[in-house]
């Protein structure tokens, strides 16, 4: 069975303190893995697709790196507005369009 | 732009009531998804449709009625609901199956 799991469940950092999500994932041929970041009451914001093992994505503070079995989101430096969800989510193969999400971490970052 | 606008944002309905969810998306994509989230919890698909055909169907209770009148637009109507079916229901839009899918900023339910 597709499964995605995330790591830690909630994760608070000091402002500047850098750190990593973990998402390890077992799907039957993945077609692609995303990041999602969602604020309290509002629909995720796409971060990053990653397609194959070796490939990584940067945007601002954040980087997103895959491997065969997981995916890290690297937050260097982060700031009290990078506090939100992050959510993983894998397609699996079979043409169907179905996104598999993982529980999320919540993250807090304190001045 | 990848701007994906649902109305309402808030909804609060009674059990007896029937109402309509609207979603839509102008960025010429042929996927699109309705999710349901309760609070501290991931998206759970209910339904996609895929080149405005309904290709995924989650085992959604039959009080839960999609609709995609076409490319750009897709409803969900709702009829007996029930006090547990309040969450945030989001919906989602895709150029495809394996590319990423952007989200609206959901319809907070609330069933009375």
């Known amino acids: 069975e597709d499964q995605v799991t995330q790591s830690p469940e909630a994760l608070r950092l000091q402002e500047g303190e850098s750190s990593s999500l973990n998402c390890s994932y077992t799907v039957s041929g993945l077609r692609g893995l995303f990041w999602y970041r969602q604020d309290p009451g509002k629909g995720p914001e796409f971060l990053f697709t990653?397609?194959?093992a070796g490939e990584e994505k940067e945007k601002e503070r954040l980087k997103a790196t895959l491997t065969k079995k997981e995916s890290f989101l690297h937050i260097t430096a982060p700031k009290p507005e990078d506090s939100a969800t992050y959510l993983c989510?894998?397609?699996?193969?079979?043409?169907?369009?179905?996104?598999?999400f993982g529980a999320g971490t919540r993250l807090a970052v304190h001045p | 732009d990848t701007e994906v606008t649902q109305t309402p944002k808030h909804l609060v309905m009674g059990m007896t009531n029937k109402k309509s969810l609207k979603c839509e998306q102008h960025?010429?994509?042929?996927?699109m998804y309705w999710y349901k989230q309760k609070a501290k919890k991931p998206p759970e698909l209910m339904f996609v449709?895929?080149?405005?055909?309904?290709?995924i169907n989650e085992s959604v209770p039959s009080r839960f009625s999609p609709e995609c009148p076409n490319s750009s637009l897709l409803n969900l109507h709702l009829h007996a609901l029930q006090p547990e079916d309040s969450a945030l229901y989001l919906c989602?839009?895709?150029?495809?199956?394996?590319?990423?899918?952007?989200f609206g900023q959901g319809t907070r339910l609330t069933v009375v």
């Open positions: 989510a894998v397609q699996a193969g079979g043409g169907y369009n179905k996104l598999i």
């Open positions: 990653l397609y194959s």
């Open positions: 989602a839009s895709s150029q495809d199956s394996g590319t990423e899918a952007f």
């Open positions: 960025m010429g994509h042929r996927a």
């Open positions: 449709y895929s080149y405005e055909k309904l290709s």
